[in-house]
């Protein structure tokens, strides 16, 4: 018997509950036995190795010590992104750093970056090695949530965008299976069963490229998420960052976007050259207050300052000074106490590593780890979705609550199942009554750790308990009843349509609809 199959044993029959308590079992048996200790992602190969020889009995409780780094999948998903080549950028904002080989605002060290470099640039073998290294570190990579980042989007040639869209499908579709050419549609049809399938996809892009034209295209390709460089609701701030887009424009992309049924992610960018912290807190409160606004989910990307940029040398002769850590801190966290329910902030700091960043707070790496900290200590709590969502199942009661806002000249109501003090969110949807009076689901999801979309239950996930039949239910009356539409239409993605399909949901254009 060797030390990893006694690790594995040991580890089984001590009952460990957490990290800190597998590393002391690890550590006793290499010490035991005069050898290293071994990785996770190697003992979770020979855990699965000794149960086909069936010298051990499966353990979930084992299972879930050793899947490395387990917070990407508990939200219910498995989030791979995927780097667009290299291309001319229409931009020329003070803030973005240009790369020789590398998409215009990104660098060659950020992790995405350099595994799309390896792979050089090719969408499929990013995905396919991407799924390799998750499934190796123990993640379900049933439910896939492709997002493609690097440049804008919209500015790429049409037939490159189909063709990296077309072989991120190919891609899932053919994990550990033989390669079978196909078209874009193709590719789609087959992923609605496939084993790994996509079941949202979000690109990168700038307000002012969104039109109808845009739109149907983004829906061709089965986008379901946009995210949009905002970065501040101050046209002045806009003007002198050299950004080509005016907060109109936001507007008018906000709209179309929820209209067509997209979610709208706003990427913010407090700390830019000419605005301070009452301006940073002015922007939010509008985004949140505002109905020409209200985006679904944020990113806080704090500007930060890195060489070959205009703006770093705007520093270096001091025409530009960044907040202090404790300043941003602070700001981060007057946002995070007015925040809507309805919104998730999905992140609050760039990926790039704090050794390429020259001066400021954009330094601090782990800045959400502090803030969290820091709030704990005060006794209150982010009501963000990210911050509510639940990791398993438990006994308490759990309500189905409604929250209706006006945004973008229609009607959005947010439907979501929660415990009484609104603390753990298991389940959300947001459906919207369009100005012409049409309804439209945005999303639905059960949070907890991935669900695989056949087989039992894993680890008390809430996933697949029947929470989202019962919000679409739910939402199918509100429509029904309280606004008389005879359809529904969701903005699906493509490995979803299945589902909908059982809940008599049938495929139309791009969306999945049903006649109430």
């Not at 704090?302 to 850590?325: D, E, F, S």
């Not at 809507?340 to 790496?365: E, F, L, M, N, T």
């Not at 308990?465 to 509100?478: H, M, N």
């Amino acid at each position: 018997m060797n030390s990893y199959e006694l690790i594995i044993k040991e580890l089984i029959k001590s009952k460990a509950e957490n990290s800190a308590d597998l590393s002391c079992v690890k550590k006793r048996i290499a010490k035991r036995t005069v050898t290293l200790c071994p990785s996770n992602t190697h003992l979770l190969k020979v855990y699965h190795e000794l149960i086909k020889a069936k010298r051990i009995k499966p353990s979930k409780r084992a299972e879930r010590l050793l899947i490395t780094r387990p917070v990407r999948s508990l939200s219910g998903i498995i989030n791979v992104s995927v780097l667009t080549k290299p291309y001319p950028c229409p931009g020329k904002c003070v803030f973005c750093p240009t790369q020789k080989g590398v998409p215009k605002s990104y660098l060659d060290n950020e992790p995405a970056v350099m595994r799309a470099i390896e792979n050089k640039y090719h969408p499929y073998k990013q995905v396919q090695n991407r799924l390799k290294a998750l499934e190796a570190n123990g993640h379900p990579i049933d439910k896939i949530e492709i997002r493609i980042i690097g440049g804008t989007w919209s500015y790429y040639p049409k037939a490159y965008r189909e063709w990296f869209v077309k072989e991120c499908f190919r891609a899932c579709n053919e994990f550990k299976r033989r390669r079978i050419e196909q078209s874009l549609k193709e590719a789609q049809k087959r992923n609605e069963k496939a084993k790994c399938r996509i079941i949202g996809l979000s690109v990168e892009t700038r307000p002012d490229f969104i039109n109808n034209l845009e739109i149907k295209h983004l829906r061709k390709m089965g986008a379901t998420m946009i995210e949009l460089g905002v970065q501040t609701t101050h046209n002045k701030v806009l003007v002198l960052n050299r950004r080509e887009k005016n907060i109109d424009q936001t507007v008018k992309a906000t709209r179309l976007l929820k209209d067509a049924g997209f979610k709208v992610l706003y990427q913010m960018m407090p700390n830019l050259p000419g605005s301070n912290i009452k301006m940073d807190k002015e922007t939010f409160r509008q985004i949140f207050e505002n109905p020409d606004f209200k985006p679904d989910l944020l990113k806080i990307y704090p500007t930060a300052i890195v060489k070959g940029t205009v703006l770093y040398n705007w520093w270096k002769n001091k025409k530009y000074r960044p907040y202090l850590k404790e300043q941003l801190i602070e700001l981060i966290k007057s946002i995070k106490k007015t925040v809507p329910y309805y919104v998730r902030i999905q992140r609050i700091i760039r990926d790039i590593p704090s050794k390429s960043i020259v001066a400021g707070p954009a330094k601090v790496s782990n800045l959400r780890q502090v803030i969290s900290v820091q709030i704990e200590k005060e006794g209150w709590s982010c009501k963000c979705i990210r911050c509510r969502q639940a990791k398993e199942i438990s006994n308490e009661k759990l309500f189905l609550l409604r929250e209706d806002y006006k945004a973008s000249k229609g009607k959005e109501i947010f439907l979501s199942f929660e415990d009484k003090k609104r603390k753990n969110l298991y389940g959300m949807l947001r459906i919207r009554i369009t100005p012409d009076k049409k309804a439209i689901i945005r999303q639905v999801h059960t949070y907890g750790l991935l669900h695989p979309i056949s087989g039992k239950n894993v680890l008390n996930s809430p996933q697949h308990k029947g929470l989202g039949k019962k919000l679409i239910k739910e939402a199918e009356q509100i429509a029904k009843k309280e606004f008389k539409v005879k359809k529904i239409s969701v903005i699906s993605g493509v490995g979803v349509r299945e589902y909908f399909r059982k809940l008599g949901y049938r495929l139309r254009d791009t969306y999945m609809v049903k006649t109430l």
